[in-house]
């Protein structure tokens, strides 16, 4: 069974920072551009960043400037340097291939952006 595993989340104040990290098997890494995802309390799960596999990135709009996403082939790591943080990004953040795969759901790391 495919699982991929987020970490990093946690409580910060605006204008704080925050590292987001995702592990998984080289099965998805190897062969897959990868994104970060968030669903907010109410509102139904986007896309946010995306990087493929040779370090292209995009963004959605609301987080350009401020996000940064890249990823470790060799290590299976997907990272999301959050800076600038403000409440509207707060969510539970998620991993996965992009486009986004059902079955390789993780169960996501909370952010709460508040002071």
């Known amino acids: 069974q495919v699982q991929l595993v987020e970490s990093g989340g946690g409580l910060v104040q605006p204008g704080g920072s925050l590292r987001l990290s995702c592990v998984g098997p080289?099965?998805?890494?190897?062969?897959?551009?990868m994104g970060w995802y968030r669903q907010a309390p109410g509102k139904e799960r986007e896309w946010v960043a995306v990087?493929?596999?040779?370090?292209?990135?995009k963004y959605v709009d609301s987080v350009k400037g401020r996000f940064s996403i890249s990823r470790d082939n060799a290590a299976n790591i997907l990272i999301l340097q959050m800076n600038s943080l403000k409440a509207e990004d707060t969510a539970v953040y998620y991993c996965?291939?992009?486009?986004?795969?059902?079955?390789?759901w993780g169960r996501g790391t909370q952010v709460t952006v508040s002071s």
């Open positions: 996965n291939s992009a486009p986004a795969v059902v079955r390789w």
């Open positions: 080289g099965s998805i890494f190897g062969i897959n551009a």
């Open positions: 990087v493929t596999t040779d370090g292209s990135a």
